[in-house]
């Protein structure tokens, strides 16, 4: 039998076969995408592969890449920036489950997802019976109550109930729920994509969900910002002023006492190769740089900004977009636009549902300009195939990201790489907090 044991080589196997593939042009690219809880926890990610080289092929499906060395390549790389703890949800296709490919896997966090064209062909379910045994959970992918499916119900785990799929149809998928009580299966509501739609599936019986509800606004008529997020968008606004002074910097952070103690457990424990302690904050900032500093600030008053249990993961993709878009800025589409500038697009641009409240009213307090503030807002702007760019890689959406960086005169494989260093610096950002070691850092 296969364990985790085997996970080392298999990964020392797979980097010989990253080297390989860098060799030829070829790299895996990662994206992610939450899986929330019924209590709007984040409960893990799915990942999605895919070669640089195929805009809108997944790397798990193309036959040339498709093995265990691969998806252990991608593993890896994901794992940098994953928050410890957490369920992860990889697809697999019929050849890679007859093969015994997931074992390259650690079976404690990974959940071997088949995909919804397997075939239930019988290599294909000894090769699921293998993984049951060795302690893996088994999902299973874009159901919508298939008689073809029925076959892998007695071994998964976790069902992904397509609600797209099935029409939002409360009728259909109260059917569907029905079919699926008598296996005990735990279910999982995909592509949900407003809140009404993931109330109602809460109330059907489904403890996970998967979409973009929780990154849409849910405006209170009403509630306005309290005094306190008033504040730290003014000093988010503060930050952004060519005159805002190092010195200031400093007296602000050392006349709070949660600042300079996430400030030193930051900069103690982010890999910065000090000899010593840092044990002042005048110290840390002349480490730092007053950039990365302010930019560390940022970060911390944006996960500070509201108190809801999604907002962890909000702040985390804001961060990451404000990182990509200043790092776009720097590179690819270097000379068009500042990358501070760019910095603050990708940081705001999850304002509205922090915060609950309607991003006009917000924008009233950031300091962007009219492009920054119309692509906030949906409207025609510069600005906005920017931010659209963003969003198609986290869908996933690799066909239209590809499509998005024709148009934008970027080559895609660059965006790759930038794109995954900025969401490993975003999690360095947050890793204290993500870890429940501290709050914001």
């Given at each position: 039998m296969k364990s985790r044991k085997e996970l080392p080589r298999v990964q020392s196997n797979a980097q010989k076969s990253k080297e390989s593939q860098e060799a030829v042009g070829q790299m895996v690219f990662v994206a992610r995408q939450p899986v929330m809880t019924t209590n709007r926890d984040v409960w893990g990610y799915e990942l999605l592969f895919r070669g640089s080289g195929e805009a809108n092929v997944a790397a798990v499906k193309d036959a040339d890449m498709a093995t265990s060395s691969v998806i252990a390549d991608g593993f890896v790389m994901a794992a940098e920036s994953l928050p410890k703890d957490r369920k992860v949800l990889i697809n697999f296709p019929e050849r890679l489950l007859a093969e015994d490919a997931a074992f390259a896997l650690p079976a404690d966090i990974c959940v071997i997802e088949?995909?919804?064209d397997v075939q239930a062909a019988p290599e294909v379910l000894a090769g699921l019976h293998r993984l049951k045994k060795a302690g893996y959970s088994l999902a299973l992918d874009d159901y919508?109550?298939?008689?073809?499916?029925?076959?892998?119900?007695?071994?998964?785990?976790i069902v992904k109930v397509d609600i797209l799929g099935l029409?939002?149809?409360?009728?259909r998928l109260a059917e569907v729920v029905e079919r699926?009580?008598?296996?005990?299966?735990?279910?999982l509501a995909e592509k949900v994509e407003d809140r009404p739609t993931f109330e109602l599936t809460a109330k059907m019986g489904f403890n996970l969900f998967q979409g973009y509800f929780f990154s849409r606004p849910e405006v209170i008529p009403g509630r306005k910002l309290s005094s306190s997020q008033v504040s730290k968008l003014h000093l988010l606004k503060e930050l952004s002023s060519p005159e805002f002074?190092?010195?200031?910097?400093?007296?602000?952070?050392?006349?709070d006492l949660s600042l300079s103690y996430r400030l030193f457990r930051y900069i103690n424990s982010a890999g910065y190769g000090v000899r010593h302690k840092v044990e002042t904050v005048s110290r840390a900032i002349a480490l730092l740089g007053r950039l990365q500093i302010s930019q560390w600030l940022r970060a911390v008053l944006l996960s500070d900004l509201?108190?809801?249990?999604?907002?962890t993961e909000l702040a985390f993709m804001s961060v990451h977009r404000a990182r990509f878009l200043e790092f776009m800025?720097?590179?690819?589409?270097?000379?068009?636009?500042?990358?501070?500038?760019?910095f603050l697009l990708g940081l705001f641009s999850l304002l509205d549902a922090l915060l609950g409240q309607p991003m006009d009213e917000i924008l009233e307090h950031v300091p962007l300009d009219n492009a920054g503030k119309d692509a906030l807002m949906g409207r025609k702007s510069p600005d906005l195939g920017y931010l659209e760019f963003v969003r198609a890689y986290e869908r996933g959406d690799w066909e239209d990201a590809q499509h998005i960086a024709n148009t934008l005169g970027s080559p895609l494989q660059e965006s790759d790489r930038l794109y995954m260093e900025a969401m490993v610096w975003a999690h360095n950002m947050f890793r204290l907090k993500s870890s429940g070691e501290g709050a914001g850092a």
């Open positions: 088949i995909l919804e919508v109550g298939e008689a073809a499916a029925q076959a892998f119900l007695p071994l998964v785990d029409g939002a149809d409360p009728a699926l009580r008598p296996h005990g299966v735990e279910l002074e190092v010195d200031k910097l400093a007296k602000l952070i050392q006349s509201s108190p809801t249990k999604e907002a800025a720097k590179g690819p589409f270097k000379g068009r636009f500042e990358s501070e500038r760019m």
